[in-house]
């Protein structure tokens, strides 16, 4: 089971949107294990491609960036300063007044960053806490003033302009460096980049980048083979039967591996192929923990491994086929597999 990341790609990715980004500073958003990739090595491509600050979920996966990056790269929490989660060498995003008086308790005098809720309700000060704290907050000096939009992935959706607004009168004149836009706002124009943008997916090559080049592709070796004959069925449940003589190849990975039970065919009618280069091999039946079972019928040879994800069938589509976005589709891929970066 082999996930290939592609350094060079990523990096032509980071280097794309920074180029998209009208001058603002890219950082590189590796939280959830790079999503799913493997943070050291993703971060340390990042920094050879430019990047200077990165942003994680959680103080507890700073130090593993810290290792790949080097001493002088910011490292952004965004969950911010939680009780009992001292961020260390990393900077918090403080997201509320009980964070903003915990940091400065326990770490005066250290860098910190402010995330303001502009409409997401999710993280960040609400506007009447942050036009109470503001003056103090900004005597302190934070690093950075950011929030985050809830629908950027929809560019005419009328709540970029209203995030837009509260964000900037929010902001507007604080003489802080300022960041609103992940890799959807990055591609909404240059009103939205600010001093900072955090592109995520973009970078390991998911939507909404169309432009991104593919990063992953997954590789299943095939355990076995067995011809099945009219009236057999396969897998648990008997829930795809052959009507004709098919080839089945049994390949080594299953929803244990990210590789969601709803990929099963819907009786004969596949849902997601695995590919041997750009021949589509319709997976059949149930998916089990570890195993999935594929028609190989149309192959001449049988193949020592299958691919999931490829040219042939990118992260989107696989995420489409689960009723996901690829997000999900990454970071869902767990431990199992050789991660193998080149
Ligand atoms: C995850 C996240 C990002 C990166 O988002 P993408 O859509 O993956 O580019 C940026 N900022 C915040 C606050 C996030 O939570």
């Not at 280097?15 to 799913?36: P, T």
């Not at 790269?73 to 009992?84: E, K, T, Y």
């Amino acid at each position: 089971m082999v996930l290939k990341i592609d350094l060079s790609a990523l990096k032509a990715n980071y280097r794309a949107l920074s180029g998209l980004a009208s001058g603002a500073r890219a950082a590189g958003v590796v939280k959830a294990n790079g999503y799913g990739l493997d943070a050291a090595t993703v971060s340390a491509a990042l920094a050879e491609a430019g990047a200077q600050d990165f942003f994680v979920a959680l103080a507890s996966e700073a130090p593993a960036v810290r290792s790949a990056v080097g001493g002088k790269a910011r490292i952004f929490v965004l969950s911010g300063h939680m009780s009992g989660a001292d961020p260390g060498d990393a900077i918090p995003v403080l997201n509320s007044p009980e964070q903003y008086f915990r940091d400065r308790a326990t770490r005066p005098g250290r860098p910190f960053a402010i995330q303001l809720d502009s409409g997401m309700n999710r993280l960040g000060f609400e506007p009447d806490e942050w036009a109470a704290l503001k003056a103090e907050i900004l005597s302190a000096g934070p690093e950075l003033v950011m929030s985050h939009l809830a629908c950027a992935d929809e560019p005419d959706h009328p709540m970029n302009a209203r995030q837009l607004g509260a964000f900037r009168a929010m902001t507007d004149g604080i003489g802080v460096p300022r960041s609103l836009s992940a890799t959807g706002g990055i591609l909404l124009g240059a009103e939205y980049h600010f001093d900072l943008v955090r592109p995520g997916i973009g970078l390991y090559g998911g939507l909404p980048f169309a432009d991104a080049l593919p990063v992953v592709s997954l590789s299943l070796p095939v355990v076995q083979t067995r011809e099945v004959q009219p009236g057999e069925s396969v897998g648990y449940s008997n829930s795809w039967t052959a009507s004709h003589a098919t080839r089945v190849a049994t390949v080594a990975a299953g929803y244990a591996d990210g590789i969601h039970r709803t990929l099963s065919s819907d009786g004969a009618r596949p849902r997601i192929y695995l590919y041997a280069g750009d021949v589509a091999c319709p997976l059949i039946g149930r998916v089990s923990m570890d195993l999935i079972t594929a028609d190989i019928s149309a192959l001449s040879d049988v193949p020592d491994a299958l691919d999931l994800i490829s040219a042939a069938q990118p992260v989107d589509a696989v995420a489409d086929a689960m009723g996901t976005i690829g997000y999900e589709v990454l970071t869902s891929l767990g431990q199992r597999y050789e991660r193998i970066a080149q």
